[in-house]
Each structure stands twice: as C-alpha cells, then as structure tokens.
C-alpha cells in the first residue's frame, strides 16, 4: 500500500498577514513568553470556508503545558471574526518552529539580539 503524501505547510508570509482574524489571534498571548501567538510565529494558516475557520499552528514544542489552553483560546477568538460558525485548530509539527519565527521586533526584545 502507498504512502498518502502529506501536504507540504508553507507559512503565510507577514506581509500578507492583512485580514482582520491576525489581529484576533494575536490577542491570544503565550503565557509563557507573554507575547501573541502570530508574533511568535506559532499560526501558518487561515482558511475559511462556508463559515469554517481552520487555524493551522503548532506549539513553541511537543510537551507544551499551555497547548491545551491556547488551542482553546484561538477557538474563542477566531469565533468573533464576521461570519465563523466553527473554528477547526489543525496542530501541526512541520515545518518545526523556532525563534526565527518569532516576528524580528519581538525577538531582539526577547533575547536581545542573541538568535
């Protein structure tokens, strides 16, 4: 039996982060870092569908305690955006985050220009 090839996840680049819902989820914070999920680069993707949100993402790593919580907050605040009548999270692990996602603003605040 063949393999089903999984889809290749590409990050929607910043500049094209212009629809409203960015904003939405970047209120959700990291509680750990204390810095919005978008900011740190955790969403790679919004597609909404006859009402359906799915908001691909993935975690700052694996065993994260505030996962369960965030994914649960980016249901809450994707739900607000006009016209979603259900949210989807789609956690993903590839491409692997690291602080090179996180927006660079924020970085050199983080870790003062060590990345």
């Known amino acids: 039996m063949a393999k089903k090839k999984e ?3 590409v990050p929607t680049p910043r500049e094209q982060q212009t629809q409203g819902y960015w904003k939405l989820l970047n209120m959700v914070i990291d509680p750990e870092l204390d810095v919005g999920i978008v900011d740190l680069g955790l969403v790679y993707d919004v597609t909404i569908k006859k009402g359906i949100a799915t908001v691909t993402m ?3 790593s694996m065993g994260c305690p505030a996962g369960p919580e965030i994914m649960r907050r980016v249901e809450v605040e994707m ?3 006009e016209d979603i009548k ?3 999270v789609s956690l993903v692990w590839e491409p692997v985050w690291g602080p090179d996602r996180i927006h660079d603003d924020i970085r050199d ?3 003062g220009g060590l990345t």
């Open 7 to 9: 889809k290749t996840i």
């Open 58 to 60: 993935t975690l700052t």
């Open 79 to 81: 739900g607000k955006y």
């Open 86 to 88: 259900d949210v989807q």
């Open 109 to 111: 605040v983080l870790f």
